[in-house]
């Protein structure tokens, strides 16, 4: 298993400033309101029964956890260079026809869509792998897991902002 220090997340600069934001909260004001929170449960006494201060600190906990899970994220992050427009690349924002279907989708890793409400498919995925490095106009094959071959006609194709 690789280790955390060897990831590598592909990643626009918004959604890198959108995870350094949610770091900075997080790591900040709200881990202060979950430390008041808690002083707060421990004066009342008992906390065997205390809901309140049980609450807290399963905040606290999943708190810590993001924290943990955001500064990996950050630090194995590069940042995609937006590629021309009309050309599929990470970061792209692509509108494919399959069998008359149009869908839009951000090509990349979760993490490259995060400031954006686009789906996201896998450049490593089947149809991912099969557009990246094509133009818009063009259409491409592909084998599908059940061993079908699938037309993708690439629609559009621009750089995620």
Known sequence: MADQEDIVIQITQAAYDK?????????GPYRQDITEKIAAARAEGDLSENGGYQAAREAQGKNEARINELIVKLRGAQIVKPVESGLVGNGSVVK???????????????EIAVATDYDVISAESPVGAAIMGHKAGETVEYK??????????ILSSEPLE
């Not at 995870?19 to 790591?27: G, N």
């Not at 599908?144 to 071959?149: C, D, L, S, T, Y």
């Open 19 to 27: 995870l350094k934001e949610e770091l900075e909260w997080r790591e």
């Open 96 to 110: 494919i026809s399959i069998g008359g279907n149009d869908m839009t989708y951000v090509v990349g890793s979760r």
């Open 144 to 153: 599908a897991p059940n061993g079908r071959m699938i037309s993708v006609e």
